[in-house]
């Protein structure tokens, strides 16, 4: 069975996925010396393109990382890969846009003043889909045991590198005890996100998610979700620390992604939450909903 298509632009050459296309000297190979970013689009058209590159725009100054392409440069870029990839396989609907930015190849060493140029690569693909039981039903998580998050003293979770290995163990502990998705605790013991994901609460009908001080990704969903969405759903939201001790406290619990938006979950370890359609949670997931139809509507220029 073959591979489905992935469409790849690579500084600008278009090519499929699976052809290789980076030196092995690339630093993003050879160090994680990288940062992405993910998009989505939403009734046709990108969704918070802007969001993103200011996130993207962080994460470079943060690693010191020159970024020589203008917004609208790359933006014609993403329009090029989207409109390679339709034409080879006629999907219409909606799809997942990644861009990872490489500080380049250049001689072996960790020293940046021998990176050449930094390289970019977007790939596209459609937009991963949800199957209807888990969005019926929710995820199970599991409390990481053998690993914690990153602590921002060290490789900050702020900044989105290419420097997963924290949370793809965390991941793969999580998947060996049966679970769907990790929920990292920090060196304090309080609890951060899961793999790709922000993490939220309901207890007695307000919204609670760790702040960023805990340790974590500043997701564009989540501050959807702070600054339109649970307002607009009439449900108060606020940013608070959250322990192990206290998931017992809470009556739902929900992720916050790009990709999945707001995704609903069941239990982490013991601890079991109300899903289904008369839950906060799918509330704000009817509000997120109308608030990304309502930005497609805003942004005709964004289409693909």
Known sequence: MSAPYIQANTNGRLHSAHEASLSPLDRGFLYGDAIYEVWRTYFGAVFAWDEHLDRLERSALALALPLPWSRGAMWREVERTVAAFRASTGFAED????????????????????????????????????????????????????????????????????????????????????????LMLNLRGEITEAS????????????????????????????????????????????????????????????LSSTRDIMPVRAIDGVRFAVGADSVTARLKKAFAAFARESAGAHPERKV
Request: aromatic content about 6%.
């Open 196 to 255: 790709t994901s922000n993490v939220a609460f309901v207890r007695d009908g307000a919204v609670f998610t760790p702040p960023l001080a805990a340790g974590i990704l500043e997701g564009v969903t989540r501050g959807f979700l702070l600054r339109h969405v649970a307002g607009a759903a009439g449900v108060t939201v606020a940013e608070q620390a959250i322990s192990p001790a206290d998931l017992a406290g809470m009556s739902e619990c929900f992720l």
């Open 95 to 182: 799809l997942y846009i990644r861009l990872q930015v490489s500080r380049g190849g250049g001689a072996i060493g960790l020293d940046v003043a021998l990176a050449d140029a930094p390289t970019f690569v977007l790939l596209v693909q459609p937009c991963p889909a949800v199957a209807p039981a888990l969005l019926q039903g929710g995820l199970t998580l599991a409390l990481a045991a053998s690993i914690r998050r990153n602590p921002v003293e060290s490789l900050n979770p702020a900044w989105k590198t290419g420097n997963y290995l924290n949370n793809v163990l965390g991941l793969r502990e999580a998947r060996a005890g049966g679970a769907d998705e990790v």
